[in-house]
């Protein structure tokens, strides 16, 4: 906004009440915890007093003495334009005539305890002063949406049997512009490489990294503080609101992390924020996490349950966004989470749970569903907690999905070592199946497997830089292959040898050599099959979709497993093979006779392989074998994927 837009009201024009919209209900709803639109009450809001234009002014600081707003509009004076408190519900407002968007404000508050004074943001603000500054934005969401026809058909796609490949995206870092001193690409800027880069890789989803407002650029957005606000760094609300619209006018749906689970202690941020703990804990050993040195939401608290549970609705209503992925659910649903004997807490029944924290997921995941059916609410949840992704009134979290943890470190622990080694670890490739469908699975490989010293998915796979490549097609490979949704980290789609960095693109100059193009090229054949192919995700949280064909041949280093459609005809083999050793004359069993089509093989020449494989396909042999009536005899590429469907002989 440049300094001769902003607006010239008069800097001593009085405050005044009663514009809110507030009504009782909503005050006694806030204060019950039950709220869920706070976004449309509280924070700065554009408003018309009869023929007069202005913003009002609505905060939560009930332990308040005096909240006058300051900003650019009166020289950050202290004294000029005090709110009002609003009968006993804590909320101070006011209406200020002449404002217009794009005002810099904050709320200094005055506490009633010791006179603590601080200036804070507003924890409802939609745009915020590019950071280090810290000021709030009057700001307004107007914006045309031209999504309609995705929305509607969103509504009519069930989660669970519809294809699900997310494509988890940093804004900052997925492209820049070098010649321009290597600055972020704009919200407006990204929409169309990105839309149409998703579109060619076959994706279904993005996943962005938290966008909410952010101080330190360096959490990659998981140290949020605007919850309502995406953040500045790439610009206006409005041009976040044209991506997303964007690509929903592309086919590709958005899901956003959402961190509910902590926040950094910023002084202008929410901590400490009336001079009391108001949106955190008091005592320590339930109010500071102390692995990121943040404060933890008071989840008891019911005005903070309507905060939180509005934050996530907010993205929903205003952004239409189609799914959220809560960060670190793990983190509050244990009292003791990294902490030692006489750190925390206990319950009040002397156990390690958080009572609260269960509620409040409870109750954030019913509050999104009676809204919105159609969205998906999904769990980083690191633990074997129970029923994570089951409904509440069965005792569940209520959360569509969950991260498989599990099958991640098991796979890529498998796939790190040399092949040689392999056969002694067989046991972290099939154990999965012994939990697979106890929750509604995403498999992901995340930016958490690429950073911290970790190095990159390819640089972690053994052998020579061609055994690295075939070792990334088959590990993309057996996961598509198994049941649960799929999530892929930028970069890794390509091969990127470097550890990923938030400060710096994506290395899309590798894409000259084949190699990097051909797992390009992979990924992307292997989302098309997913999507076209129903056996691949009809059934995927359900074992009626999946059956082992052979899952103990430790020796050779194989596996081999059927996935099921709904309709005959519709089965899809996969083997795949761990060593670099081609297996000539091996032989699988088939549910049925004819010819088995090859529908991909990642050891294609076109991948990048030897191009070692089954000619196309085979005729199923009246040979039984794994407790089947028929057999494939088949070749196995060395480090090899291979899939078949009963179709017509080439």
């Known amino acids: 906004m440049h300094r001769d837009q902003r607006p010239t ?3 001593h024009a009085p405050v005044r009440n009663g514009l809110s919209g507030l009504s009782a209900d909503d005050l006694f709803l806030f204060n019950e915890g039950s709220h869920f639109q706070l976004y449309n009450k509280l924070g700065a809001r554009i408003l018309s007093d009869g023929s007069t234009p202005g913003v009002h002014f609505a905060v939560w600081a009930p332990n308040a003495r005096q909240v006058t707003v300051i900003g650019d509009f009166n020289g950050w004076d202290r004294c000029t334009h005090g ?3 609003i009968a006993s519900s804590g909320i101070w407002e006011g209406f200020i005539p002449g404002l217009q968007r794009g005002v ?6 005055e506490s009633i305890h010791n006179g603590y004074q601080v200036e804070k943001t507003d924890p409802f603000s939609h745009y915020y002063e590019l950071a280090p500054k810290t000021a709030s934005i009057v700001w307004d969401l107007d914006y045309v949406w031209q999504d309609d026809e995705w929305m509607t058909a969103r509504r009519e796609r069930p989660a669970g049997r519809s294809p699900l490949s997310i494509y988890e995206v940093h804004l900052g870092s997925w492209r820049r512009v070098p010649e321009d001193g290597d600055r972020f690409l704009t919200y407006a800027e990204m929409a169309e490489p990105l839309a149409a ?11 962005f990294l938290p966008v909410m407002e952010h101080p330190f650029y360096g959490s990659w957005g998981y140290q949020t503080l605007g919850l309502f606000a995406p953040t500045s760094r790439y610009g206006t609300p409005q041009e976040f609101m044209y991506l997303i619209d964007h690509l929903h006018r592309s086919g590709i749906g958005v899901i956003l992390d959402w961190v509910p689970s902590h926040f950094p202690s910023d002084e202008h941020g929410l901590g400490f924020f009336d001079g009391t703990h108001l949106f955190e804990h008091q005592d320590p050993r339930q109010g500071v996490h102390p692995d990121w040195k943040s404060l933890i939401y008071n989840y008891g608290r019911n005005e903070v349950r309507s905060f939180l549970i509005s934050a996530a609705r907010f993205w929903l209503d205003k952004f239409h966004v189609d799914g959220l992925r809560v960060d670190a659910v793990a983190s509050m649903l244990y009292l003791d989470y990294s902490r030692q004997p006489g750190q925390w807490v206990p319950n009040e ?3 390690r749970e958080n009572l609260p924290a269960i509620s409040f997921l409870r109750r954030l ?5 009676e809204r919105y059916p159609d969205v998906l609410m999904i769990a980083e949840e690191s633990t074997a907690w129970p029923m994570v992704s089951r409904p509440p009134y069965v005792g569940g979290l209520g959360f569509d999905m969950k991260w498989d943890m599990g099958w991640m470190h098991d796979t890529l622990a498998y796939m790190g070592k040399e092949p040689v080694h392999r056969s002694y670890h067989h046991g ?7 939990y697979a469908f106890t929750e509604n699975f995403v498999l992901p490989l995340s930016h958490d497997e690429v950073v911290h010293g970790k190095g990159s998915l390819i640089g972690n796979m053994p052998g020579d830089d061609w055994q690295r490549f075939a070792n990334l097609r ?9 049941p649960g949704k799929k999530l892929l980290f930028m970069g890794a789609e390509f091969g990127q040898w470097r550890e990923w960095n938030h400060d710096a693109s994506l290395d899309w100059h590798l894409l000259d050599f084949p190699s990097h193009a051909g797992l390009q090229q992979w990924v992307a054949d292997l989302n098309r099959m997913y999507r076209e192919e129903p056996a691949l995700h009809r059934w995927e949280f359900t074992s009626e979709g999946f059956r082992w064909i052979d899952c103990n041949d430790h020796v050779h280093s194989t596996l081999s497993l059927i996935r099921f459609g709904a309709a005959r005809g519709e089965e899809i083999i996969g083997v795949f093979n761990f060593t670099p050793v081609a297996r000539h004359n091996y032989r699988v069993g088939a549910p049925a006779a004819g010819f088995w089509k090859e529908l991909l093989n990642s050891d294609a020449r076109l991948y990048g392989g030897s191009g070692q494989g089954s000619l196309g396909g085979v005729e199923a042999n009246p040979i039984p074998s794994h407790g089947f009536r028929y057999s494939l005899n088949l070749v196995l590429p060395p480090l090899g994927a291979v899939f078949f469907k009963r179709g017509e002989s080439s």
């Open 9 to 11: 009201p008069d800097t």
């Open 83 to 85: 709110l009002c408190p």
């Open 104 to 109: 810099l404000y904050k709320y200094f508050i």
């Open 197 to 207: 880069y998703i579109r060619r890789m076959g994706f279904t989803h993005v996943e």
């Open 349 to 351: 029944f002397g156990g």
């Open 365 to 369: 995941n019913e509050a999104v569903k």
């Open 428 to 434: 972290k490739l099939n154990f999965r199946m012994l």
């Open 474 to 482: 088959l590990l993309f490979a057996y996961m598509l292959a198994q």
